[in-house]
């Protein structure tokens, strides 16, 4: 393991995602630490990125999630300072951060997204209900871990769903309900790991139901037929890499009730928690969470 150096565990940071970054970053910390890497803790909230050169680190893996972690600012300064890295570049993290510009992209390649619209204070609340249908979500473009979305089943809802998210990011996009069920698919290097379908007990697939419930159904294998599942996996591996995404990431989807597959998002950053969905998937491929992390940092790289 001394071929990794002195290596940075970046996580908490500065966005609404701190606390779910502690703990992810924690994991990681151990399972480096665990398998004798020079792994060391390191919080941009706290501590200056400047003093990763300073300090003599010769990688970082990343474990922040959402702004100024997961968006391209960290990358752009690791680049900067010419430090390897874990995950995607500069590009592809601020294309991911952006839900409206990952659908643009997506659905310039003809793969399939949920009807969407953007939303500002002065939108048509009937037009949108309308062309939408109810319930639909209300989301910040620029958040991950469900923070500001809001399920809106009438249209009078609408206005103060806009008014939670507008709180969290200037942009804000309302999205039909595709109702058939919610799959995640891992990405590792080349490799697309095994589908999760996720069964919350709450309404949707919320903050609280990611990290805070015990009572969120995980099911891998998903359930899905052999060939559903690799055509799943052929679309998130190719989604991943419209956006350049590199290294390794997670694609989430929506299902509609005829079996039709919808991408919903794309993280870069994914959680690493003990309700992370890419170390179930990789547990599932025979990866245990200690390979995972090795395998993560390996692919740590520059100029991406």
Known sequence: MKRFGKVAVLF?????EREVSLKSGAAVLAALQRSGVDAHAFDPAVQNVQALRDEGYDRAFIALHG????????????????????????????????????????QAANLPVPNYMLL?????????????????FVKPANEGSSVGISKVKAVGELHAAYREAAKHDKLVIAESFVGGGEYTVAILGEQALPVIKIEPASEFYDYEAKYLRDDTVYLCPSGLSAEKEAEMQGIATRAFALIGGQGWGRVDFLMSESGQPFLLEVNTSPGMTDHSLVPKAARQAGISFEQLVIKVLEMAGVNK
């Open 12 to 16: 908490g940071g500065k966005s609404a």
């Open 67 to 106: 702004r100024f972690g997961e968006d391209g600012t960290v990358q752009g300064a690791l680049e900067l300072m010419g430090i390897p890295y874990t995950g995607s570049g500069v590009l592809a993290s601020a294309l991911g951060m952006d839900k409206w510009r990952t659908k643009l992209v997506w």
């Open 120 to 136: 500002d204070e002065h939108s048509d609340w009937a037009g949108v209900a309308q062309q939408l249908g109810l319930p639909l």
